[in-house]
């Protein structure tokens, strides 16, 4: 069964950083482009950052270009999701999936507030 774990997540004020991490299993995780995804209070979920398949291309949507970087270990089977300058309009529950979604983790919470 394919299952993501995430972690990493907080209070931070504004400003600040996160480092937030997934493990994955149950999934060929060398073969699929890899997306942390976050949902808001009261909106949709939305894709925050994709990486392909053997770390050939990033992409971000622009909100946080420039301030969240995305990397993978595909030997350890890990997502990473390093997050700068965060802004109170990144609050959301942040999840990491395949890029065609595959079973919901828990997710991890990140507030940010001042």
């Known amino acids: 069964q394919v299952q993501f774990v995430e972690s990493g997540g907080g209070l931070v004020q504004p400003g600040g950083s996160l480092r937030l991490s997934c493990a994955a299993s149950?999934?060929?995780?060398?073969?699929?482009?890899m997306r942390w995804f976050r949902q808001a209070p009261g909106k949709e979920r939305e894709w925050v950052a994709h990486?392909?398949?053997?770390?050939?291309?990033?992409q971000y949507v622009d909100s946080v270009k420039g301030r969240f970087i995305i990397s993978r270990d595909n030997a350890k089977m890990t997502l990473d999701l390093q997050m700068n300058n965060l802004k109170p309009e990144d609050t959301a529950v942040y999840y990491c999936?395949?890029?065609?979604?595959?079973?919901w983790g828990q997710g991890t919470q990140v507030t940010v507030s001042s």
């Open positions: 149950g999934l060929a995780f060398d073969q699929y482009g």
């Open positions: 990486i392909s398949v053997a770390v050939r291309g990033t």
């Open positions: 999936n395949t890029a065609l979604p595959k079973n």
